[in-house]
């Protein structure tokens, strides 16, 4: 498994912008496909968006153009970018890792998870 700690979560107003990163050691990073799920209260965990080894990302359309995924092999890091955030996309947010060849947005292809940072987004 891989160890990953997501950081960069925080209270924010709508409109506003957040970059969450997560560092992860244990594995070999380039070859893992990342991903960003979130959970708000009462509610199930969700899919966000994800990039694969190749670079190919995947998102959910509730987050089209406005947040974006990168990876860093060099530093082993992915991050996230949202931008225009909304009350809504208020969750504790999750950096996962999977083993798997393409970017997937199933919660079950990633065998590895941080321990979530909150992002609130006030109205």
Known sequence: QVQLVESGGGLVQAGDSLRLSCAASGRTFSSDCMGWFRQAPGKEREFVIAISRSFTTVYSSSVKGRFTISRDNTKNTVYLQ??????????????????????????????????????TVSS
Request: charged letters at 20%; hydrophobic letters at 25%; glycine letters at 8%.
């Open 82 to 119: 949202m931008n225009n955030l909304k009350p809504e996309d208020t969750a504790v947010y999750y950096c996962a890792a999977s083993r798997g060849q393409f970017a997937s947005n199933s919660y079950r292809d990633y065998d590895s998870w941080g321990q979530g940072t909150q992002v």
